[in-house]
């Protein structure tokens, strides 16, 4: 599973530089801006019941954002999030019948695509606020280890992501700064159990511009 991973990662991540040619002859004019962030997810209640309900701090996201006025932006987005927890040896049933005693372990990474919107209340401003949402797919690799039992599964479903954040510029009117945000990660999931992945994220980067 871990050359699925890095699969993804290389796939997602192509997709989301190239992204950047239609907007190149626009750069010069700093309309072209991209957010990089370190992220946290938690995991929202059915998640934590189901598989996971620990924080995971290994984390995340970019965001490819062309500004069309001074409030409105559009783009795309991406990230990852790998949600881990073991529990201690217990007694589980199989699918298949019977009885087993292990330990259980539940690994899941998250690699979303998204489609961005953002409108920033009060551009130019020393604090600039912003709500906006992405709606795309999400690629999901969930492993779970009952003892030395392996059971794998890649999927790509629906994922949207509400978020509000703020925007704070290192020297006034200046395109680059620091960026904050907290979000909610909507992530329909139905297998093995496991209900949802819905999970609350928030985060910590850099905004810049792209082109001189």
């Known amino acids: 599973m871990k050359t699925q991973t890095r699969t993804a990662m290389f796939l997602i991540t192509s997709l989301f530089f190239l992204a950047l040619i239609p907007f190149t002859s626009k750069a010069q004019e700093k309309r072209l801006q991209l957010d990089i962030n370190y992220s946290v997810g938690i995991p929202g209640s059915s998640f934590k019941k189901d598989a996971i309900d620990k924080v995971s701090t290994r984390g995340w996201t970019a965001n ?70 992405g709606v795309g797919g999400n690629m999901i690799i969930f492993d779970q280890y009952l003892g030395e039992f392996d059971n794998s599964k890649s999927s790509f479903k629906f994922a949207a992501r509400p978020e509000v954040g703020l ?13 904050l945000f907290g979000a909610y990660n909507y992530m329909p999931y139905k297998m093995d159990g496991v209900e949802n992945l819905n999970n609350w994220g928030a985060g910590l980067g850099v905004k810049f511009p792209l082109g001189s």
């Open 64 to 133: 490819l954002m062309y500004n069309i006025t001074p409030q409105i932006s559009v783009g795309v987005g991406t990230g990852f999030q790998d949600f881990y927890q073991k529990y201690p040896r217990d007694v589980y049933k199989l699918s298949e019948g019977g009885e087993i005693s292990a330990v259980l372990t539940n690994s899941i990474q998250t690699i979303p695509l998204l489609a961005q919107f953002q409108y920033r209340l009060l551009p130019g401003k020393t604090v600039q606020p912003y709500v906006g949402v």
């Open 167 to 179: 925007f704070v510029p290192f020297r006034k009117d200046g395109p680059a700064g620091i960026h």
